[in-house]
């Protein structure tokens, strides 16, 4: 708790400055507030009792007075809601900004695992109730300390006994108060894992809603959301009912306080203890000093608040890549291509089955390699292991002899370009899409790339040629389209290895056709990995490798493998049956 909390802290070193300011000028309202009643009360004793012109002319200095501290408050509540919530929206963006740098340090297996609506959720409103505290919380607890202090010691030294039955009932409030935070802090905990679930639910529907449509679904999903939407409403009712409670209990705890401060003096004034005015001055105070008592609890039910989302702010960031750069890690440089796989295991940590199972595999440089074999034989993970989208769990996979657990992720990453099934296009232009192989390429470079993806020519075609917007995930552009930009971007990026995971399983013949033209001149002269669904695209492959769940069962040509009359051979004949 100490060490979050100092981290916590941590957060406003940027900004110190602002923050001193913010505290000043909420300690200077706080001020002004207890000084008003002392003028009134003053008035009300000496002022009136003076000769009138005598009296007005006090009542026009004191009014004057008086106004400039209202200006002065007025000034003060203005900094603290302009440039104090500045301050906290900066503190948010910077908090922001690191949660989001971690997600794109973690690894493939932890996003296996997660949810997007509800990593969403954690860099949204999270964010927000944390920077909500961050602003509001000290400034709240200085002005209630202050205020409560100074209106005790104000009282006091005008009557000791109103000041007793006044404040008698402050110990009362804030235990009434915390009793029902500690409930609150549970439901509103709730809440935010529940808003959550349904922020997952909702980006799942609409990243989906074709599917949905295509199998006239709505209703269920309709279904779905209910049952998310009623958990939700269930969690707040909870958290309404504890907030009722507290909220009307402190309201009628203040109206009593009045009413009892009144009765008491008016016996006070019958016993002639306390005159009419020291009466009137209680009463203005009563406001002054259960006021912040509120600020001071809804501060509680604040740091509840933000605190819950700030833990659940510090889980995520207390989870390390566990695919991360050695501290020694070297840039990969002049990649030739040779690549080997040396005895590899490898099963996923959620998984105790092993998927590859003392893989060994040569594979020069410029090579041309296919993968074949059944789902879930391993061929997506052989690849992915190549990247460190994995790690193995023994042996090593090396690039021209050196391990690829020695040399820096992003260097690694770098030289090598995959080209996937599921192709991925950005909200965005053409352009945009195609420099997201290189993002410092040149206009000219991108266009090239294009032109050697056969993109050129559907890209003219389009209503504002590479400055058209493809919509989320391209869905304006058909899938030959979309594939040829993936392959343009790989092309820009001139990786010497590359990865093809099914890269044209998804298409049509004709779409086929242009996009494997595409490939092959991209792997020219390049370590090039081909997992093949359709077995008539790696013909022309140096070696194929059939995978199974015993590891390598056979490796060859097309021809050799055929007449070995094997596991290819049979794969072969049951696509190209009749």
Known sequence: MEQKLKKLVSYYKPYLPLFLADMFFAILGAGVTLVIPLIVRYITNHVITMEADAALHKLTGLAVLMLALVAVECFCNYFISNYGHVMGAKIEYDMRAEIFGHYQKLSFSFFNN??????????????????????????????????IVGSFIILLNIDVKLTIIAFAFV??????????????????????????????QIEDNLSGIRVVKSFANEEVEL????????GFLAAKK???????????????LTTLITIVVLVAGAVLITGEQVNVTDLITFLLYINTFTEPVKKLINFTEQFQNGYTGYERFMEMMAINPDIADKPEAMELKNVKGDISFENVSFHYEENAETVLNHINLEVEAGSYMALVGSSGAGKSTLCSLIPRFYDVTDGAVKIDGQDIRDVTLKSLRSQIGIVQQ????????????????????????????AKRANAHEFIMALPDGYDTDIGQRGVKLSGGQKQRLSIA??????PPILIFDEATSALDNESEKVVQESLEK??????????????????????????????????????????????????YSMQFAG
């Open 114 to 147: 997660q949810k997007v609506g509800q990593l969403m959720s954690r860099i949204t409103s999270d964010l927000f109730d944390i920077s909500e505290l961050l602003h509001h919380g000290p400034e709240d607890l200085v002005i209630s300390v202050i205020k």
């Open 171 to 200: 110990p009362i409030m804030l235990v009434y108060a915390m009793y029902f935070n500690t409930r609150m802090k549970r439901a509103f905990k709730r809440n935010r894992v529940k808003i959550a679930e349904i922020n997952s």
């Open 223 to 230: 279904d779905k959301f209910e049952e998310g939407n009623q």
């Open 238 to 252: 909870n958290s309404y009912i504890y907030m009722a409670g507290y909220h009307s209990g402190l309201g009628a």
């Open 422 to 449: 599921d192709v991925y296009l950005f909200v965005g232009t053409v352009m945009d899409n195609i420099r997201y192989g290189r993002p410092g390429a040149t206009r000219e470079e991108a266009v090239e790339a």
């Open 489 to 494: 971007r790989v092309f820009l990026k001139n």
């Open 522 to 571: 991209l792997a020219k002269n390049r370590t090039t990995f081909v997992i093949a669904h359709r077995l008539s695209t790696i013909r022309n492959a140096q070696k194929i490798l059939v995978l199974t769940d015993s590891g390598i069962e056979e490796e060859g040509s097309h021809k050799e493998l055929l007449e070995k009359e094997g596991i290819y051979a049979k794969l």
